[in-house]
């Protein structure tokens, strides 16, 4: 799913689909390598997303309304750029607003001194 320097994969499940429509509400129409790119210039190279598993994401939304694409052709080649719906705003508001309460959540088990309850 992601090549990953630091982070074991089992932290980064279910981090795909946040981070896709994050980028793309922050920048409009990308495409996939682009996007890619960005994950790993963003994270100073701790995380790349893999084309095995961008792409099937990218796909999935798309099918779900939650992305739209536009094919420009550059040369020869074609480009698809995606590009974020209304339901897919509303989508990453929530799984934006999800991620942060999560993360407090863990950062008062994890990093604030436990103390456990007596009796």
Do not use: W
Request: charged share 30%; proline share 2%; net charge positive.
């Amino acid at each position: 799913m992601y090549s990953c320097t630091m982070y074991s994969k089992e932290l980064l499940k279910g981090t795909l689909e946040v981070i896709v429509l994050k980028l793309l509400s922050e920048h409009g129409k990308m495409y996939g390598y682009e996007l890619s790119q960005m994950v790993k210039e963003q994270t100073d190279g701790k995380i790349y997303l893999k084309d095995g598993s961008l792409y099937p994401a990218l796909h999935k939304l798309t099918g779900k309304g939650i992305l739209t694409t536009e094919e420009v052709r550059i040369g020869k080649r074609v480009r698809k750029y995606y590009q974020i719906t209304k339901k897919g705003q509303a989508q990453k508001d929530s799984l934006v607003e999800e991620m942060r309460d999560f993360i407090h959540t863990m950062e008062k088990v994890i990093f604030n001194d436990f103390k456990p309850l007596t009796a």
